[in-house]
């Protein structure tokens, strides 16, 4: 196609003197970078408008009428309806349970595999397996095991003597083991970023440090930690973006419960959408929702140029 | 050169026309089930429709339950719409307040031998808005209890049937048995709720029943029933049955009637078809009687006409078609009949090839006595403003009383 597109080209080149050089590079550049654009323009951009429009709109898909009513949804969600402010709690509350713990499993797990040795390949497998376990088959067996009294975790609680709650029906352990749960679940994808990471970093750096009679943790922490800064940034944007988006984990654990403790932002803008069918208010929603995130990262680029300089 | 342009121009226009019309003689036809033997009985009768009106063609599309009024939802408003379809009881009240239903009353007060007075009022209530027919039911299914035989003969107590032919089948009774059947050292329990989901997508199937036949109501006329005495009793009961007796299998716990954990269960006879791979003896029988007699609550599914359609006179004279009584006779194998002149025929009790006629005997009584569960057209808000507050009564420590007068406060602005 390309070569096809060249020869064409070069062969126009000759008779047609306004297709210079410079002219048929930036076709030729336009014309690499198309297939991500128009991708980006049809299934991005368009969709993005259009829930920027529909915000705006009162509309029940079921019976039809789209009104235009401004900014009373936004208005609504964040100044009259009390289950918003409860459902960005539930959020806020799920991203900075997972997020620390997620970071600090993966950064641990990598460095204990980072290195060459036996067995190592085998544990990175089994970290990383839950990655690309299906959610649907990890939810429902993580809802085998944190039964009430028959689970096996409340089992193995009470041979060491512990009551185990009844996890997913009390609100905050249900919180705390969607969290958990995610965590086990996702955890393998940022040990890989850590381990790559952290194999990049050059071994001198290291001997240096150990020459001039630094200790393992003063390596780590002058040496390895701001090395690995850019990657940390990186690792924390995704997993931070990724835990405010949760939903298939919610959505087949709990359900949003009990009492609505695990009422989470993108759960909520379903339950409005496909299931309430407001398309307005859920479109409001994931505006709300959008700006978070840019927010969010936006705060933490300016945190890490901060730091840079 | 004009006049071959002209002729083009006509004759494209005819064939777009001709076109035109056989499309809309194609009648798109939304379902819910896949299941092969239900799909031909369809066809079947769609074969006979379409000997009737050359042109006319019917196919059916299956969406799975699950997803069915969401995608549906999404044809509708996506410019796909299908001409007709089933309807869950629960989305009826929504769609007809949507507007997103046809009027079938017409069609089916002139259809050719009808006898629209055979379909009882009852089954008819929740598909008519002031008095105009929106949809016509045509699966009408009791929710009976489901025995482990086994476990009844192994504790020498009279099984459900046995106790409702001499009408002994109380709530009081299904109490006692449920606990007498419990052995929660083995994680074995007296009663299971509905699919196990009464605590999550099928609270209203779990408290009602018993809400009823104390003689109460979940809510009707824009009235909250739940802090009502007869419920809050009904609802009590239920609560010691979980957490004192320890005889229903609690919150966050497995316990499936068919995989032989629980001793009974709540379901419909289409859940039937599940036992013969249970491997223990079973039966069904009527719900319990409570201080206000026996309540059957029953399921329906409906036939409707989408506004949307383009062949909407079509689509009605088909539910017509459908619903006659030959045809309602034919459905019955699948699907418990709202029709009365068939629900007493013999053919009907001795239809189902797993459940004996003494026992469809309590099935066919308890579709013509039975009424729907609650409906609203905000049914989907009310169910989630439930959802949270009755989390919070299933806890062994909840006051009843007071969780439920939440649960009518929380609910109310819906009504």
Redesign the interface.
């Known amino acids: 196609m390309a070569t096809a597109d060249d020869t064409s080209a070069m062969a126009r080149h000759t008779r047609v003197p306004w297709l210079t050089l410079k002219r048929r590079e930036t076709i030729e550049a336009w014309l690499f970078v198309s297939p991500t654009l128009i991708g980006f323009l049809i299934f991005f951009l368009g969709p993005l408008i259009a829930v920027v429009i529909y915000s705006m709109s009162e509309w029940n898909l079921l019976s039809g009428g789209q009104v235009f009513v401004g900014l009373a949804n936004y208005r609504d969600a964040l100044a009259e309806n009390p289950d918003f402010w409860h459902v960005i709690r539930n959020s806020v509350i799920f991203a900075m349970g997972l997020v620390p713990m997620n970071m600090a499993l993966a950064l641990i797990l990598a460095i204990a595999l980072s290195r060459p040795r036996r067995g190592v390949v085998f544990f990175r497998t089994v970290f990383f397996a839950p990655v690309v376990t299906s959610a649907v088959a990890w939810a429902i067996v993580w809802k085998f095991l944190l039964q009430g009294e028959g689970g096996t975790v409340n089992q193995l609680l009470a041979l060491v003597g512990v009551n185990g709650p009844n996890w997913l029906r009390e609100p905050d352990w249900a919180m705390a083991a969607v969290i958990v749960t995610r965590v086990i679940k996702m955890v393998g994808l940022n040990m890989i970023l850590y381990i790559a990471a952290l194999q990049s970093i050059p071994r001198d750096y290291e001997e240096a440090a150990r020459l001039e009679g630094a200790t393992g943790w003063q390596v780590f922490r002058m040496v390895t930690w701001p090395l690995l800064a850019p990657t940390t940034l990186i690792i924390m944007v995704i997993t931070t973006i990724g835990s405010f988006k949760v939903f298939d984990h919610i959505y087949l654990m709990t359900g949003g419960g009990p009492e609505n403790g695990t009422l989470v932002l993108a759960f909520y803008i379903y339950e409005q959408a496909f299931e309430f069918f407001n398309v307005g208010y859920a479109s409001a929603l994931a505006m709300i929702m959008f700006v978070i995130v840019l927010m969010l990262t936006i705060v933490q680029l300016l945190l890490r140029q901060r730091g840079a300089t | 050169m004009r006049k071959a342009l002209k002729s083009l121009t006509v004759s494209t226009l005819a064939l777009s026309l001709a076109t035109g019309y056989a499309m809309a003689e194609d009648l798109r036809f939304t379902v819910w089930t896949g299941n092969e033997a239900h799909l031909d009985m369809l066809n079947g009768i769609a074969d006979g429709f379409e000997a009737k009106h050359p042109g006319t063609t019917v196919t059916f599309e299956t969406i799975p339950a699950g997803d069915y009024v969401?995608k549906l939802?999404?044809q509708?408003?996506g410019g796909n719409p299908p001409d007709l379809g089933w309807m869950f009881e629960d989305s009826m009240p929504?769609?007809v307040?949507?507007?997103?239903v046809e009027p079938l009353t017409d069609t089916l007060e002139n259809a050719e031998a009808y006898d629209l007075a055979d379909f009882s009022d009852p089954a008819m209530s929740l598909w008519k808005e002031d008095g105009e027919i929106f949809g016509v039911p045509f699966s009408t299914s009791p929710f009976m209890v489901f025995y482990n035989k086994d476990m009844f003969d192994a504790a020498g107590l009279e099984d459900p049937l046995t106790l409702a032919e001499k009408g002994e089948w109380t709530l009081e009774k299904f109490r006692d048995v449920a606990k007498a059947l419990t052995k929660p050292e083995e994680?074995f329990w007296g009663f299971e709720f509905k699919d196990g989901q009464g605590?999550?997508?099928r609270i209203m199937h779990a408290v009602m029943p018993p809400i009823r036949a104390y003689g109460g109501n979940g809510w009707s006329n824009g009235e909250c029933g739940f802090e009502k005495a007869e419920a809050v009793e009904a609802v009590e009961m239920l609560h010691q049955m979980v957490f004192e007796d320890k005889s229903i299998v609690?919150?966050?716990?497995?316990g499936d009637y068919f995989s032989g954990s629980s001793a009974m269960t709540i379901n419909q006879i289409s859940r039937a078809s599940k036992m013969p791979e249970a491997g223990f003896e079973w039966g069904i029988a009527p719900l319990p009687s409570g201080p206000a007699g026996e309540a059957p609550v029953i399921g329906q599914a409906g036939l409707v006409v989408f506004a949307k359609s383009d062949n909407k006179e079509r689509a009605k004279q088909f539910i017509a078609w459908m619903t006659n009584k030959k045809n309602v006779e034919v459905m019955a194998q699948f699907f418990p009949p709202a029709r009365v002149s068939v629900l007493e025929s013999d053919a009907f009790t001795e239809a189902n090839a797993l459940i004996p006629p003494e026992q469809m005997k309590h099935v066919a009584a308890a579709i013509k006595e039975g009424e729907v569960l609650p409906s609203h057209e905000r049914a989907?808000?009310i169910l989630?403003a439930m959802?949270?507050?009755f989390?919070?009564l299933?806890?062994a420590d909840a006051d009843v009383e007071a969780s439920l007068k939440a649960i009518c406060d929380a609910i109310r602005p819906q009504l």
């Open positions: 969401q939802t999404f509708l408003a929504t769609f307040a949507a507007g997103a994680r605590y999550d997508t609690p919150p966050g716990e497995q989907p808000q989630a959802k949270p507050r989390d919070a299933w806890r």
